[in-house]
């Protein structure tokens, strides 16, 4: 009895497994995201960075997280406006689950104070040591073929450049299930 019981349990969990992307996350996200880009890339654009300290910081320290880094220019307004926003919405989803202690949310930015209030506990605000226009460029060269609408890039565990989302059009459940399946990859 115990043996059927376990044999029902098992074949009732595998239409739910089979809809699980896996390694197929990027093609899946590609089909149903249209502000989506996979971009599989192991060599990152060098980030000199200054962290919330002032003191110098790097990407590396974060290599057992899921990093999703965006740039927000002083000059870019309501682009950047809109797209932190959104950003701040997969925030919330992210601090809402499991993957709290999984991925840090990474702003760049040029001005002084991006982000008045207090500031999440998994979000860093760095300065670039390089004009942020330069860096901006060698991050957008990943997917050249984006809109000119500020990119989000997501970085998977060991420094990995996963994807981009473009704007702030993309839907922020869509951005929370790609975290989400680079938080259970292995």
């Not at 059927?4 to 996200?29: K, Q, S, T, W």
């Not at 990943?142 to 473009?166: C, D, K, S, Y």
């Amino acid at each position: 009895m115990k043996n059927i019981l376990l044999l029902i349990a098992l074949a009732a969990g595998l239409p739910a497994h089979a809809d699980h992307p896996g390694d197929r996350l990027d093609e899946v996200m590609t089909q149903k995201e249209p502000a989506f880009t996979a971009a599989d890339l192991n060599d990152l654009p060098v980030l000199d960075l200054l962290g919330p300290d002032a003191e110098p910081w790097d990407l590396l320290s974060l290599s057992d997280q899921v990093v999703v880094l965006s740039f927000v220019q002083a000059t870019c307004g309501e682009p950047c406006a809109d797209q932190q926003a959104l950003l701040a919405k997969v925030r919330d989803g992210v601090n809402a689950s499991p993957m709290l202690d999984m991925v840090t949310f990474l702003v760049v930015s040029d001005t002084n104070d991006p982000f008045p209030g207090s500031v999440p506990e998994n979000l860093v605000i760095a300065r670039s040591q390089e004009p942020i226009e330069d860096l901006i460029e060698q991050y957008r060269a990943i997917a050249p073929n984006l809109p000119e609408a500020p990119l989000v890039h997501v970085i998977a565990r060991g420094n990995r450049h996963a994807g981009v989302f473009a704007g702030s059009t993309f839907r922020h459940i869509s951005m929370i299930l790609y975290v989400n399946g680079l938080t259970n990859a292995h």
